[in-house]
């Protein structure tokens, strides 16, 4: 509901804020369309705030002549003729105002505020990832997030360049979150946010204080230590609920603090066992972190699938968030095991893992000496490359402290622009190096911050790991006044990881060059036994871009016995559409009728069957082309009348395959069963593969797909499982992490498994050669299953 400039005056009048009385001009019945500090927004009735070091008196005319009613200042302007609300302290208006404005949104929604000197992005994206699998449990938008990275609040969602915003957009972001039907909002606070009052107003259903340590000192922000730890402890003063970091320093103080404030406290430790939310047992298996909680509701086992043991520390703070807000368990533990944080922790190597390189937003004293002793702790006696800058008029402090710390634990620094802002690059990097030289390291500047990770990259002539910091997934560098489009960091050392492979020779498509003109070392594989599901798109118009009939070539010409299930649902589509016969599915199934049938035969059978046929000819290949009737092959059973000839397989009788396959042919076979009436049933084509890869015994069943294997979360690549074995799968579709039409593909492997199979593959097969490099032992994009 609209305001009037009265509502306004006497809010700022209850605070205490106005300095000078009420102009006797000003028309305070009239509605205050828009609360405003940027004269470029500006519409009639606007209420302007005049705010900021850089602010100009021509802004104000413009806001005059764009039809402002009204201003609010700590000092007036005779100069221009609009009304002046006079205040004493402007900072400490806006955020009140700004709520008034937007109603009070943070009472509407679940505010989660997160403080800290490290660790608040990891947290907020744990947190969300937690209660995004609870929203959809309950089939409730996805929550926001409002933290250094990025920002989401229902209605925008961009790259953030400020950790916690200015008052104004901050509430805009939650009335936002509001009126997207949002339920909750988590978001970092940062030191400045609260000695500033930009929460100011701001209802926290949870507020979390994660650890304190030296960090944003300088003139401009926080005059000293005491400055910047009193400003984080007021977080409590807003927290429905707080929760404490028992490990951390100064706990007994932030403890005290908390208290003070009145509110239920939850507190989290790994080192205090009377803690409400207990970790212990922390350990690594394999890629994997596993940590046991005990906490007032449950004691459990999680799993993190994020590197970085540190990371038990931020899991446990937003497991004991999720226990002060009665967040279901089972939703902690899948969110946990799904979560990534763009451009933290991602760690990526080359071919031979010569080079791994770490890319991270670590940034301050902190975070680089808890990323260094895990890198230390993990990478035992590798040589130590570190990419970074420093931001511009900010954070002096880290200049010497980054300088000192990536000195003592690297054997190169390279300094480089890091948001310079409106210093010189090479003046911010000459500062911070004269720390690295005290600490007798090597180092180097190159202001461009691609090149520098490029010579960082193509310099690693011995095992070495490069720590990418301060700008993680970003991809904007901020130059003078203004934020400039880049790269991310996550970019550059994609690029030239895959330079220093060609450099190398180290590139796998080069491996597949090579080896396709020596094939006969590959005789380790004569005898064994494939059975490869083939996707039917890539006969016709896709054919030129298919690579998997090639690499059938090659594994024959080292005697490898192969066999070819394919299936081809979009040819059965296109031939009925020709037809003119009605296509209708049910739960994913063709419904098919006597029509469809003999469509479906004489798309698979006598089109794609024949056409795979006729390819491997041209590659001096005999295939031959049978359907599950011919020899008694595949006998089914129709799976569902309502589903008319769709069978269920319940036989495959290998003889006609065994027979061809001594006979050195490739069995080519379209999914076409014998019922038990004598006519077609059409079979799902991954059935039907499986079921011949368990009737021959084969050493390997390998299933082309158009996805790069199995993901945790189905909508982030960068989950992809490249090895599980059967017991991680179960548990996998157990908890719900596979879902949609992977889980029978999964459980068919399972079952392949279980019958005698040696492994079973799930290859993305749009990747070039990928069956040819996964049987070679190469990197391929998907998923390999063992017993």
């Known amino acids: 509901m609209a305001h009037i400039l009265k509502d306004y005056i006497a809010l700022l009048d209850r605070s205490g804020l106005l300095a000078a009385p009420i102009p006797r001009e000003i028309d305070q019945t009239a509605p205050v369309a828009l609360v405003s500090y940027d004269s470029r927004e500006v519409v009639p009735g606007t209420l302007f705030l005049c705010k900021g070091a850089h602010f100009k008196p021509e802004f104000l005319e413009m806001a005059q002549e764009r039809g402002a009613l009204a201003y609010v200042s700590q000092v007036p302007y005779p100069q221009s003729d609009l009304p002046c609300l006079q205040v004493h302290d402007m900072r400490s208006a806006i955020a009140p105002l700004a709520d008034l404005f937007y109603g009070h949104p943070s009472g509407k929604l679940k505010v989660i505020g997160l403080t800290g000197t490290k660790g608040k992005s990891s947290t907020a994206y744990y947190l969300k990832y937690i209660l995004d699998e609870y929203m959809a449990e309950r089939e409730k938008p996805e929550s926001g997030i409002i933290s250094s990275i990025d920002t989401y609040d229902g209605v925008e969602r961009f790259e953030s360049h400020l950790t916690t915003p200015e008052p104004l957009e901050l509430q805009r972001h939650f009335a936002h979150g509001v009126e997207a039907g949002m339920e909750y909002l988590t978001m970092e606070v940062s030191s400045q946010a609260l000695k500033y009052h930009r929460t100011l107003c701001t209802e926290f259903a949870a507020a979390c204080f ?63 066992q009377e803690a409400d939310v207990y970790a212990s047992q922390v350990r690594k298996r394999g890629n994997d972190i596993l940590f046991r909680v005990r906490t007032r509701r449950y004691l459990r086992e999680f799993r993190l699938t994020m590197p970085g043991l540190f990371n038990v520390e931020n899991a446990l703070a937003a497991i004991a968030v999720c226990e002060a807000l009665n967040i279901p368990e089972r939703c902690v533990y ?3 095991m799904k979560a990534r944080v763009p451009g933290r922790m991602e760690i990526y190597s080359n071919a031979d893992e010569t080079v791994t390189a770490i890319v991270d937003y670590a940034h301050n004293r902190m975070s680089f000496e808890t990323l260094f002793r895990s890198v230390q702790a993990e990478y035992p006696g590798r040589r130590i490359v570190t990419v970074f800058g420093c931001p ?42 004269s720390y690295v030289a005290g600490q007798n390291c090597e180092w180097s500047i190159e202001p461009n911050r691609g090149e ?37 960091d996550v970019d550059y050392v994609q690029a030239f990881l895959r330079e220093y492979d060609v450099q190398h020779g180290l590139d796998g498509m ?82 098919t009728d006597e029509a469809a049938l003999e469509a479906a035969e004489m798309a698979l059978s006598a089109q794609v069957n024949k056409a795979i046929v006729r390819d491997l000819a041209r590659l001096e290949v005999s295939g031959v082309g049978i359907s599950g009737k011919d020899g008694g092959l595949i006998t089914a059973v129709v799976k569902d009348p309502a589903l008319g000839r769709v069978g269920s397989i319940t036989r495959v009788d290998p003889r006609v395959l065994t027979t061809l396959l001594d006979g050195d042919f490739v069995p080519v076979v379209s999914p076409i069963a014998l019922g038990e009436d004598g006519d077609g049933l059409n079979c799902n084509a991954d059935d039907a593969a499986r079921a011949v890869a368990e009737a021959l015994g084969a050493e390997s069943l390998v299933f082309l797909t158009d996805v790069g294997g199995i993901l945790i979360d189905s909508h982030n690549s960068k989950t992809a499982v490249d090895h599980m074995d059967v017991k991680r799968a179960e548990e996998l579709i157990d908890t719900g992490l596979i879902a949609g039409g992977m889980v029978p593909k999964v459980r068919g492997c399972v079952h392949a498994i279980r019958a005698g199979v040696g492994q079973v593959s799930i290859l993305d097969g749009r ?12 990197r391929a994009s998907g998923t390999t299953i063992t017993g």
Request: glycine share 10%; aromatic share 6%; hydrophobic share 40%.
């Open 510 to 591: 080069e491996k597949v060059r090579n080896l396709l003109s020596i094939l006969p070392i590959l005789n380790r594989h004569e005898g064994k036994t494939v059975v490869v599901k083939y996707g039917g798109s890539a006969i016709g118009a896709e054919a030129a871009l298919d690579t998997t009939l090639q690499d059938v070539a090659a594994l024959r010409m080292v005697g490898m016995r192969v066999v070819l299930v394919h299936g081809g649902g979009k040819h059965i589509t296109a031939l009925l559409d020709k037809l003119q016969v009605p296509t209708r599915f049910e739960n994913g199934y063709r419904v």
């Open 767 to 778: 990747v070039e050669h990928s069956l040819l490099l996964h049987m070679l032992g190469q």
């Open 210 to 272: 994660l650890n304190i340590g030296l960090d944003h000192i300088s003139p401009i922000e926080h005059p000293d230590f005491e400055d910047y730890f009193s400003s984080k402890l007021k977080i409590f003063s807003q927290g429905a609920v707080n929760c404490v970091n028992l490990d951390c320093d100064y706990a007994d103080r932030v403890l005290e603090a908390a208290r003070a404030a009145g509110r239920p406290l939850f507190t989290f430790s790994q080192k205090d």
């Open 334 to 336: 899948v969110g946990l």
């Open 452 to 488: 520098a990770i490029r010579q960082a990259v193509l310099g690693c002539h011995v095992p070495s790991v490069l720590l990418i910091t301060g700008k993680g997934a970003e991809t904007r560098q901020k130059r003078g006044n203004e934020y400039v489009d880049t790269p991310s």
């Open 392 to 433: 511009g008029k900010k954070a002096l402090d880290r200049r010497k402290d980054l300088g000192e710390i990536s000195g003592k634990y690297s054997d190169l620094v390279v300094l480089t622009e890091e948001d310079s802002g409106e210093e010189d690059t090479l003046d911010i990097c000459r500062e911070i190096a």
